[in-house]
């Protein structure tokens, strides 16, 4: 089962931040946060990842609290392209594990 | 760089057909992850191989579905006697080595059984 707790759906304006919250109190300290996206009929997307410092790279920025029991991915100014299923993944660092994905949230970015 | 492909992207097959896919992952990754997602759900891992072996296979739904790996690059996943429960978009994934590695997944091959 996913260990992480996303809205079902959200609505952001087009060059608006997307902010994408994302619950995952029982993390355990050698687990990371990932984010993937999956448009429409594509694969699974990587956007970013991070353990307890905030993350960003040329998509996202990744937030994550202090308790690391949840996290904001944001998508500082959103596009059409943007429009996606966004999965928030908690997975440990030390072994060969698979993804576990969850429902995730769906974004769709309004023009 | 070239990233995970798949092949065939479609394939229709009648109930009770073998069917094999394809996954070619990124050169030099290591690892290689099997799931499928079907019509409305989420996606669900089948097998991982690290190299050619299959440390992990516990995502098979059946023992009509088997997975093999050669050379440590391509895979073939190959359902036998496929029913219409199989009917999914099975997607591929590598990483570079497989410890808590990032993984990378090519565009699926969505299989229908009718």
């Known amino acids: 089962d996913a260990k992480t707790t996303q809205p079902t759906s959200m609505d952001c304006a087009e060059g608006r931040a997307a902010n994408l919250p994302c619950n995952h109190s029982t993390i355990s300290g050698n687990e990371y946060v990932y984010w993937y996206r999956q448009i429409h009929s594509q694969g699974p997307q990587y956007i970013i990842h991070?353990?307890?410092n905030n993350e960003t790279n040329e998509m996202a920025s990744l937030i994550i609290t202090e308790d690391r029991k949840s996290s904001t991915l944001i998508l500082p100014h959103a596009t059409l392209r943007d429009t996606a299923v966004y999965y928030c993944i908690v997975r440990t660092i030390s072994g060969n594990t698979p993804l576990v994905f969850g429902k995730g949230t769906r974004l769709s970015v309004i023009a | 760089g070239a990233g995970v492909s798949q092949s065939p992207s479609n394939k229709v097959t009648e109930k009770g057909k073998d069917v094999e896919l394809r996954c070619d992952p990124i050169?030099?990754?290591?690892?290689l992850y099997w799931y499928r997602q079907s019509l409305g759900q989420g996606l669900e891992f089948l097998i991982y191989?690290?190299?050619?072996?299959?440390?992990?296979k516990s995502g098979l739904p059946s023992d009509r579905f088997s997975a093999e790996r050669t050379g440590g690059s391509v895979s073939t996943l190959t359902i036998q006697r496929t029913q219409q429960e199989d009917s999914a978009v099975y997607l591929c994934?590598?990483?570079?080595?497989?410890?808590?590695?990032?993984?990378?997944f090519g565009p699926g091959t969505r299989l229908t059984v009718l």
């Open positions: 050169s030099g990754h290591t690892a």
């Open positions: 991070g353990l307890k």
């Open positions: 994934a590598s990483s570079l080595v497989p410890r808590g590695d990032t993984q990378y």
């Open positions: 191989f690290q190299g050619n072996s299959a440390p992990d």
